[in-house]
């Protein structure tokens, strides 16, 4: 089936720095993507809608100058954590979908990144 | 208001038996699937069973059993034959029309399978 590979799968960063998640579809070009944000011991929210060769679209809240969202190819979205502090420590997860599944095909989901900003 | 509700925080089973995990949602799409996803403490999200709000027929899949009751607008999970490698988070997601692709996540439940 089809998968979608994050990386890297754990990162510290110090306060004040930016780090970039990688979301890659393996075996199928995704024109669109999906972040999610999930803090410990809760539920997945969407932060953002990453569209191929185009803006991303972002749920109400999430701050885009803060979070990054760049899908450059058919097979890669990346998410950049600028500036990070504390608060940000979350483990960020991507997901896609196979477009010739059709509407009732699964969702894939990376394997997840928990980043720490210390 | 929320539109997926998952009421069990968490919840124990014996080994071998089996269990039913609550959802709700609340939608006025008319075209909507739903779906089940097992969270193991590694995080990676495991797809379970989905369901079509027009399919006539229950989903299975192996072990997972989807009671689709679309009056009540919900979608219970049942796992028959619980096994230790259970034990996990289960999330309930609903995927409407004319959103996308996006998904809409309940609250989790926590399995505890007991030996």
């Known amino acids: ?118 | 208001a929320q539109k997926i509700t998952q009421t069990q925080p968490g919840m124990f089973v014996q080994e071998k038996e089996a269990v039913t995990l609550d959802c709700t949602y609340d939608t006025s799409d008319p075209s909507y699937g739903l779906f089940w996803y097992k969270q193991p403490s590694s995080g990676e999200m495991i797809f379970l069973i989905y369901q079509g709000s027009y399919d006539q027929q229950n989903a299975t899949e192996g072990r997972y059993s989807l009671n689709f009751q679309k009056a009540r607008k919900s979608a219970n999970l049942v796992i028959s034959a619980s096994q230790l490698g259970d034990s996990a988070m289960y999330f309930c997601a609903m995927r409407e029309g004319a959103a996308g692709n996006k998904l809409t996540f309940g609250g989790g439940t926590r399995v505890l399978v007991k030996p």
């Open chain 1, 1 to 118: 089936g089809a998968v979608v590979s994050q990386h890297p799968s754990r990162v510290i960063c110090k306060s004040g720095t930016s780090v970039k998640i990688e979301c890659r579809s393996l075996d199928f070009q995704a024109t669109t993507m999906f972040w999610y944000r999930q803090f410990p011991k809760k539920s997945l929210m969407l932060m953002a809608t990453s569209n191929e060769g185009s803006k991303a679209t972002y749920e109400q809240g999430v701050e885009k100058d803060k979070f990054l969202i760049n899908h450059a190819s058919l097979t890669l979205s990346t998410l950049t954590v600028t500036s990070a502090h504390p608060e940000d420590s979350s483990f960020y997860i991507c997901s896609a979908r196979d477009p010739g599944d059709g509407f009732t095909g699964e969702l894939f989901f990376g394997e997840g990144s928990r980043l720490t900003v210390l």
